[in-house]
Each structure stands twice: as C-alpha cells, then as structure tokens.
C-alpha cells in the first residue's frame, strides 16, 4: 500500500535527520530557500492549477487569496526558512544533570520527537513553513494538504526535496500525500507504528475530526474563545484599548477575543466606553440581560453565544458579581487558550492568573500577544490548547521530546 | 447518566485540588495515611470478599497473592501515603521568566494537569498509590479498576474520600468508577470533555485497547523489549553481570532485559561466559544462526522472539556486524523503553547513547534502574514509552504541565 510505503520511509528518515549537524541542516535550509526563488514560476504554475480548479469551483474571494502564489508570497516563503535556518538548534540540549549514590550519572537530553504528521487546509505556504521548522527540530514530516492546494503543494515538496538531495540528504525527510481524499486521510490517521505525533492546522472541524479520528497522540491546536474579564477595579481606558485591540485588531485568529465578562460594579461606568468604541468598529455586542439593561448599544445573547469562537465582528457578552464567578465562567466557556485581566487591584490579578485553567493568562495585556513570533520563539507551529506535552505558542523545541541518557560502570540493581 | 456525573463532578474538584496548599495537601495525606491504618480492618473484609469470588474463579496463586490485603500490605499504602506528603510539591515552579521588548513580563509555570483518568488491574494498593501522586501534583482522579478488586477499591477509596472529608477537602479529587463491564471503560474513554489525560496501568492487551479506544490523550506505559548490546570493546565480567541482572533480577517486570545484541567479533569470546551465566539461572537463550553455531546451550529463535517481551525465563540474541547493525536492529525492535551498550569505547558508547530511540539509553548499567525511585523522583505512577509529553519514569512532575502567566500594563499589538 503506498500510504503505508511513505510512512516507513519517513521513518526510516527520522533516524538519518536526528543524526545531522545544526550546520547540515541550516545548510539544507538555506540551500532549499536559494531554491525556491529559483524555481518560483513552476511553482506558480502549478499554483495556476490550483488556482484555476478554484475559480471553476466557485471559491469564494478570500479563499482564493490565501490560496494564491506570487513571487512576493514565494520570497516570503524563502525568508521564512533563512529565519528558521537562523534559530538556535534546540536537539541536543541538556535540560538535566543529576547522579545517583551509586555513581549512575543521568543527563536529560532533548531530542526531536520522530515522525510529525500535519494535516492541513488550503494555504500553501504551511508546506515549506511546517518543513523548516520539522526539519530543523531534527524530525521528518509528513504532509497532508488540502485537495484545492495539491498542485502548489506537490510543486513547493518536490523544490524542498531537491534541495535535500542536493545536501545529500534523504528526501524522505519530508512527504506530501498525495491523495487528498478522506479514506486516505483515515488510515493516515492510524499509522501508529510509523508516525510519533499528529498536529493538524485549520478549522475547528477539521481538528475535531482528527481528535476524534487518530490513533497517533495528537497535538490539539487552535480554537479559541478567549475571554477578557473587566474587574471592578478596571481602568477604563486600559480597557477600551486593550478590548477592542483583542477584538478587532485581527478578526479571523485565534487569540482573538471572542467573549466580555464585566463586574457588575462597573456595567454602569466601564463598559457603556468599551461597547461605544466596539460598536464604532462594527461589532455586534450580544449580552446576558444585565448588559442589555445598562447599555442599548448590545443585542440579547443566548447560551450559545457564551461558547461562540465568532473569528467576526461579533462580541458576547456576560455580567458577573465578583471575580469567583468570572473565573468560573471563563473555565466553562473557554477553550483553554488565552485570557485576560483588566484591573489595577493586584490580589485580583493573581488569582486570576492561578485560577483560570487556559495556556495563556494575562494581565492588563491584550491576548492578541499569543503567539510564537510575540513570544520571542522565532517560529510556531500552532497554539496548544491541550494539556500534554505543550500549551500555548509551539516553536522549535516544543517539537521536541527527551531521553536520558545514563552513564554507569557496572552498576547492577539489588 | 451515572457516569458522566461522576466525570462532571471530577471536573469541578479539579478547580478545587488545584486551589489548594502544599500544606493542606500533606496534611490531608497524612490524615488518610493514619485512617487507612485505623480501617484496616474494614479493607480487609472487604478484600476477604474480592478473595472469595478469586478463589471461586479458579484465579492462579500467583494473581491471589497479588489481589490479597493484609495488614502489614495496608501499612505499606498508608507509608506510601506518608512518602508522598515529604516529596516536594511540583505545582507553582517557575519554569521560565522572560520579558519582551514591548514590556510585556511572562512566566511558565507548572500547574497541575486536571483531572486524571487511571484504568488499571487487579492490585488494589494501585488505588491509594494513584491517589497519593496524583493529589500531590494538584489534580484530581478517576480511578477504573479491575473487577477482581471492586471490594477492596470501593473500602480503599471509601476510607481516601473519609480523611478528604475531615481535611476540609472535596471527597470528588478521587472517584472510582462502580462498574467494571467493557462498556463503561469504553464509555469512560470517551469522556473528553471531563477527563484531561488518561494513563493506562497493566497489561499490554490493556494498553493497547486504551489506545486504541480512548479520545482522551493518553500516556502510553509500561511495555519493554529491553536491548543489550554486547559491543566489541565489551568487559566480559561486566557483560556477565549486567545482562544476569537486568534478565533475572525480576522477571516480571517492564525494565527487564529480553533481547541480546552481540558484536560477532565477541561472540566466540564474551558471549558464551554470558550465555553459560543464564543458563545457570534457567533462562533458554533464543538465538540466530551465528550466536547458535558459536554456543551450544542456546536454541533456534524466530522473527517473532526478537520482538518479544517475555517477561519470562526466555531472551532472544541476534548477532550483529557492527554497532550500527545493533542501533538498527534495538530501533526497529525496541518499545523504546530501555537498552543498554556494554562497552569500553568511549566513541561507540555515545553513539549509542545518542543513536538509539528510547526513553532511557544506558553504557555499562543494568535496565533495571528504569524506574521513578531509582531515579530519585521518589514515586513513580509509571514509566512513558511514547513521545509526547513524558518519556520514562514519570513522578510527580511529569503529572503536572505548564502555563504562561503575562503581566502587562496595558499593552496591545500593534
């Protein structure tokens, strides 16, 4: 079975691709960036096909724009990977050093984690974006596109791996399926013995099929409703800024805001400002009947709406008594991915921060700063928003794992 | 449904476990640890009837022997209890400060995973052992054991829920799930939106039905074809040693040894003392061709003894060329959970050390001291042999994870 084929070769790969240098991959890296500027318009030719396949199906505009490839997309696509060439090499390091009585000594080493298996939608630049930070976190990758971007993905694999061959290294460290169907997507979904992760990038129906569907330990990355929680002892204007920035700055990400949760003590004084300034930015307010009483600028919520990840110019909103039931609240609602504070009394800022159950705490900070890049990690793969493994913005080493390696001379257990 | 209000009710104490300090935890050990003492008889009566219907089945003396209580084995879990409570608490480490050129201040910091899911066999003492641990590290448990020991599970977990009770403490931070049919575990398995990790303990046919069924993220333990690899540069008294030790030391367990790997430059030199030194302790050597023809007391091995885990007076041996036949052979056959090099090469030892794809890699030391107390960690809940997460032993802190607590002052993304 040739799904089966991919898989063993890819991981027969990942033991040559933990064996490289940093210095061989940043070479590769750089080689395949030289490379796909060099071969920018067979890439958009296929991405023509693409393309073509999209406008006969009636996609809609802005699909159509991420699916599309220009040599200015290519060149970014390229610099992306001299950024990740640039990272420091996390496979290797030492994150522990301990020794036993009886002279066994332990080193705790990170190590890439094997074969990662990304499963994703339509734009095509995650294919070299998922590569170069696999590759340089030591791992070999497999890829499962979407069926509107297979032409462009097949293109950019077949750059990527001719840049590998030209490193002299194997390019089964990187593979695209080629079926784009969802049988295959299925048994890829069970290939246990080959592929030691899964991570799939997209919408929330697409990693729910994968939660549901895998056999290979999953990464469970972006939803988000994320809260902000206007406490009562809330600066105002802090509020109005960081709310509609959370909001609006970027309507379609995950770490947008999605939900308001206000203290009752300021839905006279605070928030009739933030609802002003959010409807002045097209925002529908839909609020719990407190809300609705103190501002006419919102529109009935109902229960749905709490668990909404809009990604629109829509708001939900909820009025509480004290920060107890805020946090409550939130733990319900949320998706365990970035929440915020706003409030000027510290006692409540720290129970925040230790209460509430989600990756990202914040205070008196937009939870727009959820990301890799705002993080400093140089990179990221995704926003974990589960509990194992990594939470929150994934770089470079969150691709990676550990082993301990033991140092004896003889030692034999009693 | 009985079962989902179980895991709703787990949900919510996980909010409470969490909240609380290390001192209200180890006082609330302490307590338990005094009342397990105090009940004993209470347990015993009830394991009286677990031993009945054992007796009844026609259960092998040897499951007997693991499912009976006594009072000296009630002494023994409420010093494991006590053990606990003197172990560091994990929860609250910074892990990571940092802070960002836009001012923004961020720490890691450990917090406990949630509600963790517990499926497990027959031994009862598992119960107040996966109590003990899990509490500590701030989360609460659902605990799924084996109908064997449904008595002595209910008066263990009866007598934990008392001492929560009289500590203050939601008696929810442990459940025990009544029905012990397929269904319910299937069920149970399921339970996604309650249940943040689920940690399989006994048998491989356990383990794998968990992961195999399970939509919670698992951590798969406990399965060990154990490699070593006797290395051209091997000490022969030191081979002899070791591989007698890690194969017969105990036989049942997941650290033993089960495969040899043998340079063939030493097979007619080292191998025979080693060979001679097992058949003493009656263990039969399964071996290829090569290791046949050079020594007499060893019979014909198939493909299938090379992946075997015995757990038994049985090893396998396949002789090698070279070091990166044995790194070929331990990766392919291995379940990653333990091998071992014997070696005076310094070169080929950290080779094998960095080569070779398993939790714990060992030069010149048994695979026996796999194991949370013979690494320090004080306790143990199991050891990890997949990727994610954690790999190896893992104590209190591999049932913790992480988040990021933020302090801004007002910052929003530009």
Redesign the interface.
């Known amino acids: 079975m040739e799904l089966e084929t991919l898989c063993r070769e890819a991981k027969a790969a990942k ?1 040559e691709v ?2 490289l240098s940093t210095a061989q991959k940043d070479e590769a890296l750089q080689r395949i960036a030289a490379l796909l500027t060099e071969k920018a318009a067979d890439i958009i030719a296929a991405n023509d096909l693409d393309m073509k396949n999209a406008q006969e199906k009636g996609m809609s505009p802005a699909l159509q724009d991420r699916l599309r490839l220009s040599e200015a997309r290519i060149a970014a696509m390229s610099e992306g990977l001299l950024q990740v060439a640039a990272l420091p090499d996390p496979v290797g390091e030492v994150l522990e050093h ?1 020794e ?1 009585p009886n002279g ?1 000594k ?1 080193d705790k080493v990170r190590v890439p ?2 074969v990662i298996g990304i499963i994703y939608e339509s734009r095509p630049n995650v294919t070299a974006d998922a590569f170069a930070l696999t590759f340089k976190s030591g791992n070999a990758v497999i890829l499962k596109g979407g069926s509107d971007a297979i032409h462009s993905n097949t293109a950019i694999t077949a750059v990527i791996r001719e840049g590998l061959k030209q490193a002299g290294i194997t390019e089964h460290a990187i593979s695209l399926i080629g079926s784009t169907d969802r049988e295959t997507t299925r048994a890829f979904m069970q290939m ?1 013995d080959y592929v ?2 899964l991570i799939p990038r997209g919408s929330a129906g697409l990693i729910r099929s994968v ?2 569907n895998s ?1 290979i ?3 469970e990355t972006g939803a988000g409703n994320c809260h902000i929680y206007i406490d009562a002892a809330a ?1 105002a204007e ?1 509020a109005k ?2 709310i509609v ?2 909001k609006t ?1 970027r309507l379609g990400v995950c770490n947008a805001c999605e939900s308001l949760v206000v203290h009752e003590k300021v839905m006279e004084t605070v928030f009739p400002a933030v609802a002003k300034a959010l409807k002045e930015k097209e925002v529908e307010l839909r609020a719990d009947e407190k809300a609705l009483a103190a501002c006419d600028l919102c529109v009935p919520a109902d229960e749905a709406d709490f668990a909404a990840e809009y990604l629109d110019l829509m708001i939900s909103v909820k009025t509480v008594k004290d920060i107890d039931e805020a946090i ?1 609240h939130i ?1 319900r609602y949320s998706t365990h991915h970035s929440e915020a504070i706003i409030t000027a009394d510290e006692k409540n ?1 720290e129970k925040f ?3 509430i ?10 939870t ?2 959820t990301d890799g890049f ?3 990690f140089g990179a990221e793969i995704g926003i974990s928003t ?4 990594a ?2 913005p994934m770089g470079l080493k969150e691709l990676t ?13 009693g």
Do not use: W
């Open positions: 033991y933990q064996k301990f036993r066994l332990l984690l094997g246990r030691d992760v939660v549901e056999r330990p999953v990464i600066d802090i800024q960081i920035n959370a700055q409550a733990n800022a921060l230790k209460e159950d989600s990756a990202c705490v914040y205070v008196n900070a937009s727009r700063f705002e993080f400093g589960q509990m194992l493994h939470r929150g794992t550990y082993k301990y390696q033991i140092h004896g001379n003889g030692q034999v257990r």
